[in-house]
């Protein structure tokens, strides 16, 4: 499967599972010095192949369509991880009502209730509100993501990275589920002790 297709075919089901709806998200996939992405306004619903956005690793638009507004935040997660080659951005209910919540952990967002999303990352970091598309977006995210492949944008919505797009989505969607749960449970969660993640850590990364 060509990258391409595999932008297309992970956008869709994440449109058609409930965790992106209208234009809301963006997608993105890096081949050597290109990143491929999807165009503004787009629906995650519809992207085709031959109409996704190209751009250089400067944010220099060079074919398709005029790409996502969020350029330079995707950029700027290839910046902080070499060993990334996707990312999906989206404003999932429940991960983006975290990123809402009046007190919360900017250096971890959530606590740890499961094994896997202990496995999965070290820490969920809050890249403070910015507006969209803002300049100083891009610095911002840089360094959350040298922190961790998965971060919260304050008031925004999730940024999940990956190896591949199969990753960045499987990512995305642990974080959304991971936010359901912290709603379900409201004050009456157990989350795993320091020690249980630090022994999951030690057997699984
Ligand atoms: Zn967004």
């Known amino acids: 499967m060509s990258e391409r297709?595999?932008?297309v075919t992970v956008a869709r089901s994440l449109y058609l599972r409930g965790y992106t709806?209208?234009?809301?998200g963006n997608i993105s996939v890096r081949i050597g010095e290109r990143v491929i992405i999807s165009p503004t306004n787009s629906s995650f619903a519809d992207l085709v192949e031959d109409g996704l956005a190209e751009v250089d690793m400067?944010?220099?638009?060079?074919a398709g369509p005029k790409p996502s507004k969020e350029v330079p935040f995707h950029l700027a997660v290839y910046r902080a991880r070499p060993d990334a080659n996707a990312v999906v951005h989206l404003h999932s209910c429940h991960a983006t009502a975290v990123s809402c919540l009046a007190d919360?952990?900017?250096?971890?967002?959530m606590p740890i209730y499961t094994p896997y999303y202990a496995?999965?990352?070290p820490c969920l970091p809050v890249v403070d509100y910015l507006p969209p598309g803002d300049a100083a977006l891009g610095p911002a995210v840089?360094?959350?993501a040298a922190k961790s492949p998965a971060l919260l944008l304050r008031n925004h919505g999730s940024i999940a990275i990956g190896r591949s797009l199969k990753e960045a989505s499987a990512l995305a969607e642990e974080i959304e589920e991971q936010a359901k749960l912290h709603f379900l449970l409201g004050s009456r969660?157990?989350?795993?002790?320091?020690?249980q993640v630090a022994e999951l850590r030690r057997r699984f990364q």
């Open 119 to 121: 496995m999965r990352l």
């Open 142 to 144: 840089e360094a959350a």
């Open 21 to 24: 709806f209208g234009t809301a």
């Open 104 to 109: 919360l952990d900017t250096a971890d967002a």
């Open 5 to 7: 297709e595999d932008l």
């Open 58 to 62: 400067d944010g220099v638009h060079v």
């Open 189 to 195: 969660g157990r989350n795993l002790t320091a020690e």
